[in-house]
């Protein structure tokens, strides 16, 4: 039996449908992220499952319970909104023992619980202290510790980093995620950080335009996306238009503008189809010399760029097409300069093939 | 000629010292960030450039001019902020043109220069829209136009992107780098995103608790941070407390906690001091082979993200360190509980004293 089901909700503010018949099952214990841009509907989902908001049609199920109309704080689940919210006029301690103590657990237990909550986000020195005295990263931990020490097992995490500093962010994600497995809780964390829910979850559900666009593990959403939509949201990617040339029983030839002709091994296309082929950076690679059984082109090296311990190539087609490359550092036998004639690789079997989108395929692709 | 020069420039709140004695030259045409935790006194910086906040000690020059005394109006700057602060009621148009209307600039001349900035950010076809209809990026944008309508040849900008999304903000920030280069400006960028700044600046300030700590290109901060802090805010690193045992022309060995010793291309200190490695994760591999500079250990987490996989490994000693690796087509498996021998070439090992304050201390980031 799953911890949380979702059943056909839909939410409908006005005439924007924020969520259309969202079906989703999360098991207990696991650690869930929610991505998608501003405005996929991510907020409103946990919104819905915390009990905040009422969903328009559909069943939500905590614990094989229908949940529809039961409040918040009979769900077992705590919601953790995106301003830590901690009350201002009170220490550490007090806001981490807030819950037991509405609760009316005896003195002793809520010492425990509190002083080991503490301990756990490391936070055990500074009980004392009010949250206008703590760095944003610290009142996050204490927000989190107050949503446990509520005893709650489900933890609703929306934007739980989102208000910190980039390093910073980076560091909490795989503590979050240790706290959530050490305690044995199951964690909905909403996000729109592809980075951040690939390294901390599960399990990723992709949510566009209010519906599900995908759900995987972190692999399998980044190894085989099923659209190019989410290709282009998580790990992005080089994307080239083409006519499908030939069809064989290896692959397909797909010819790109220009005449330029790329193999690919992904089957089950027809002849003359247009199509998109998508080409992570990281597996084009850039040299010299032909690799033998991949695709190879001969181009122009457009600008060199730098970024988080790799090294981002953008190199000139024959055709005029512009294919990037992301290499790491480590990993670069050598660097080349802007102008410099190369050959960029890549191998059929990391071509993923896509039907041309009918609204376009900048509408699929853009962020901005 | 946009240079921009401070001089022991100084700001106290109280008895924090936000800017201690900061000395600092952008060059003309140069896209400088300034990079710090929470509180290591960017903000102020900028804002003392920009003419916000008065520093209670030092000068700041611009193209050559002392500027100490001078309004904000009279510094030829643009300034961006981090919350995009358009007009709501007024259409893109409007709220480009509000500074040259102000100035009284004639209507033909206002005109012309409102056409050349929706040219630049390629926004002539939305003129006519409001703020609230456009994107976060698109908004941002038109806040880059307003600032700069008014001839500004120096660009600060305060946390511009940091408003927006993750991948927005990806993607703007190329074209801001175009945009400065195109027009030949000079910026100067306050992020608290290190990977923002590394990828579209000529050259990197790293700031923490008022003052720099060090300032470079970014691939030089990356490959060779002067400074253990910096070691740590940029990029990943793994650190290993240690001691020098021996000391040559060009190596060094430092025996790190356990016994285990490695070779390193040189070091500052001398026998007996304790000192702090560091090493970028993708820079160590998991080797079968025998190298130089081996360290047996067990692999206690494996972290995918996207196309590269994070290996935590616990050494002998205790210590845990990461390495990373990008995933090849034909991926060997990685799985918990294997044994592994990590190496890491002697050539990126970094090694610093070991810091006064303590590890913890010199690497905190709130």
Redesign the interface.
């Known amino acids: 039996m799953s911890l949380i089901k979702l059943v056909n909700v839909t939410k409908r503010f006005g005439e924007i449908t924020a969520l259309d018949r969202i079906n989703l099952s999360i098991e207990d214990g696991e650690y869930v992220c929610i991505l998608g841009?501003?405005g996929a509907g991510k907020t409103t989902l946990l919104r819905i499952i915390a009990g905040l908001l009422d969903p328009d049609e559909g069943e939500v199920y905590i614990e094989g319970r229908p949940v529809n109309g039961v409040p918040p704080e009979r769900r077992n689940a705590v919601y953790m909104f995106q301003e830590y919210a901690l009350f201002p006029h009170m220490t550490v301690w007090e806001n981490v023992s807030y819950g037991p103590v509405i609760k009316d657990w005896d003195r002793d237990r809520i010492d425990r619980v509190t002083s080991e909550i503490l301990e756990m986000v490391r936070l055990a020195e500074r009980k004392d202290a009010f949250p206008h005295e703590l760095?944003?990263?610290?009142q996050q931990r204490v927000a989190l510790a107050r949503g446990i020490a509520s005893g709650a097992r489900i933890l609703l995490l929306d934007e739980p980093l989102g208000a910190l500093?980039?390093?910073?962010r980076?560091?909490l994600r795989?503590q979050l995620r240790s706290l959530v497995k050490d305690q044995g809780l199951t964690a909905v964390h909403v996000t729109?950080?592809?980075?951040e829910a690939?390294?901390i979850a599960d399990r990723v559900v992709i949510l566009r335009e209010g519906r599900i666009e995908q759900v995987g593990t972190?692999?399998e959403i980044?190894s085989e996306p099923r659209s190019i939509f989410v290709t282009s949201?998580?790990?992005g990617a080089n994307f080239v238009e083409g006519n499908v040339a030939e069809v064989g029983d290896s692959g397909s030839v797909v010819e790109l503008r220009g005449g330029l002709r790329i193999q690919v091994s992904k089957r089950g296309r027809s002849i003359g189809e247009k199509v998109v082929v998508a080409v992570?950076r990281?597996?084009v690679t850039v040299g010299t010399e032909k690799v033998t059984g991949s695709n190879n082109i001969l181009g122009m090296v457009g600008s060199v760029?730098?970024?988080?311990?790799s090294i981002e190539y953008e190199v000139r087609l024959e055709n005029g097409e512009r294919i990037s490359s992301r290499?790491?550092?480590?990993?670069a036998p050598k660097t080349y300069r802007v102008g410099e004639r190369v050959v960029v690789s890549f191998?059929p079997?990391?071509c993923y093939v896509f039907p041309y989108p009918k609204a376009g395929l900048l509408k699929e692709i853009e962020?901005? | 000629m946009p240079e921009v020069r401070l001089v022991n420039v100084t700001k106290r709140y109280g008895k924090i010292v936000a800017n201690d004695h900061i000395n600092l030259t952008i060059k003309d045409g140069e896209y400088v960030s300034v990079i710090g935790p929470s509180g290591c006194g960017k903000t102020t910086l900028i804002k003392s450039i920009a003419g916000i906040i008065k520093p209670d000690e030092g000068e700041i020059y611009i193209d050559g001019r002392l500027v100490n005394d001078l309004p904000i109006e009279e510094r030829g700057v643009g300034y961006v902020f981090q919350n995009i602060a358009l007009f709501p009621h007024m259409t893109v148009w409007d709220n480009i043109v509000y500074g040259p209307k102000v100035r009284c600039l004639p209507p033909e001349e206002t005109r012309a220069l409102a056409l050349e900035m929706l040219e630049m950010i390629k926004l002539s076809a939305r003129s006519d829209a409001y703020p609230s209809e456009l994107s976060g990026g698109t908004q941002q944008k038109t806040a880059v136009a307003r600032a700069l309508i008014s001839r500004a040849r120096l660009l600060l900008l305060d946390e511009p992107l940091g408003a927006l999304d993750v991948k927005v903000r990806a993607e703007l920030r190329y074209e801001l780098r175009r945009l400065v280069k195109d027009l030949k400006l000079t910026a100067l960028h306050v992020t608290h995103d290190q990977e923002e700044a590394m990828s579209i600046s000529d050259r990197v300030v790293v700031m923490k608790k008022g003052r720099i700590v060090e300032a470079g290109t970014p691939i030089n901060l990356y490959v060779r941070p002067k400074n253990i802090f910096t070691a740590n805010f940029v990029g990943e690193a793994n650190f290993l407390r240690g001691v020098v045992t021996q000391v040559n022309k060009d190596r060094s060995i430092v025996e790190i906690r356990g016994g285990s010793k490695l070779v390193t291309k040189n070091t500052d200190g001398g026998v007996g001091d304790p000192v702090v490695i560091a090493f970028r994760p993708e820079f160590a591999s998991i080797v079968r082979k025998k190298r130089l500079n081996r360290l047996s250990g067990k692999i206690v987490d494996v972290l995918y993200s996207g196309s590269i996989v994070r290996l935590k490994v616990e050494l002998a000693n205790g210590d845990r360190v990461v390495v990373k690796k990008a995933l090849s087509f034909e991926r060997p498996t990685f799985n918990v509980g294997d044994k592994v021998t990590v190496n890491i070439p002697p050539k990126d090992i970094l090694v610093y004293p070991y810091p006064e304050e303590g590890l913890d201390r010199a690497l905190a980031l709130e």
């Open positions: 841009p501003t760095s944003g990263g610290m500093d980039a390093r910073l980076v560091d795989t729109h950080d592809q980075e690939l390294m972190p692999h980044y949201f998580v790990g992570r990281e597996d760029l730098f970024i988080g311990g290499i790491l550092l480590s990993d191998p079997e990391r962020a901005v």
